[in-house]
T-cell receptor
């Protein structure tokens, strides 16, 4: 079946603009995760959803970052007033459940460059 | 706070060699540990997941072990091939939410 998809694959924006990144999880997966991969920080957790709710937002780096999930499926990560340090690859993953035994399946990522 | 470390950061071996990649974690109260592969410019591909109650998992030429008491996991690759060249990442899950804490990765180059 189809894997996790993300769009756009690449995004170049100017400092101060808002961007929206989209994630389509594997059908039927209830848990969805956002991670960020940058040269200086490696791969870091941002937020996860169980259904449409986000019990853990502890990884969001600032209040410029927000995310939502609708219908237990598609999720959008929004970055407001982008800064150059937001440049990174944003990865989305999904799993069948949020319990510790489930494999997370990752999408190809969105490469964000803030000029 | 969980910290995951991978050694070495980079490794270059001739084709056919058996090799071991190391992963260590500071908090032994993990739910599971996953090994991923990442090719340049691509996302992550899950290789193996070891539950906290397990000691090892095998898939083809790959074998991953887990020693919670010492805070270590190893990924063993048998008879390495040039197609194995990639970055290998380990990640530990510490809570019911299954949020993963990643190591910095090992960049593997297998030379023909």
């Amino acid at each position: 079946g189809a894997g996790v998809s993300q769009s756009p694959s690449n995004k170049v924006t100017e400092k101060g603009k808002d961007v929206e990144l989209r994630c389509d999880p594997i059908s039927g997966h209830t848990a969805l995760y956002w991670y960020r991969q940058s040269l200086g920080q490696g791969l870091e957790f941002l937020i996860y959803f169980q259904g449409n709710s986000a019990p853990d937002k502890s990884g969001l780096p600032s209040d410029r970052f927000s995310a939502e999930r609708t219908g237990g499926s598609v999720s959008t990560l929004t970055i407001q007033r982008t800064q150059q340090e937001d440049s990174a690859v944003y990865l989305c993953a999904s799993s069948r459940a949020r319990t510790g035994g489930e494999t997370q399946y990752f999408g190809p990522g969105t490469r964000l460059l803030v000029l | 706070k969980q910290e995951v470390t991978q050694i070495p950061a980079a490794l270059s071996v001739p084709e056919g060699e058996n090799l071991v990649l190391n992963c260590s974690f500071t908090d032994s109260a993990i739910y599971n540990l996953q090994w991923f592969r990442q090719d340049p410019g691509k996302g992550l591909t899950s290789l193996l997941l070891i539950q906290s109650s397990q000691r090892e998992q095998t898939s083809g030429r790959l074998n991953a072990s887990l020693d919670k008491s010492s805070g270590r996991s190893t990924l063993y690759i048998a008879a390495s091939q040039p197609g194995d060249s990639a970055t290998y990442l380990c990640a530990a899950s510490n809570n019911a939410g299954n949020m993963l804490t990643f190591g910095g990765g090992t960049r593997l180059m297998v030379k023909p």
